[in-house]
């Protein structure tokens, strides 16, 4: 829930027109631009990014299998607060 105090009433008639040109309710208009300025679209999805420089410089499954075989496994030894 979220209360927003002290709203200028020219920013609630513009925000009450937006949402009626957009076919919403106010308060559904208001979701909607918090939404998009707190997550943009453009935003950096970092799986993607990674995967898509990973083809760039062309690594391949057989590559990341080399990682896999030289990698130490090797159990990690527990923390211990003496």
């Not at 829930?1 to 208009?29: F, I, Y």
């Not at 410089?57 to 211990?80: M, W, Y």
């Amino acid at each position: 829930m979220l209360t927003v105090r002290n709203l200028p009433d020219d920013v609630h008639r513009a925000l009450r027109a937006q949402a009626a040109l957009h076919g919403r309710s106010t308060e559904a208009e208001v979701r909607e631009i918090l939404a998009i300025a707190v997550k943009p679209e453009m935003r950096v999805h970092l799986g993607e990014a990674l995967a898509a420089l990973g083809r760039k410089i062309g690594l391949t499954n057989e590559d990341f299998q080399v990682c896999d075989r030289v990698r130490d496994k090797t159990p990690a030894e527990p923390l211990r607060f003496e």
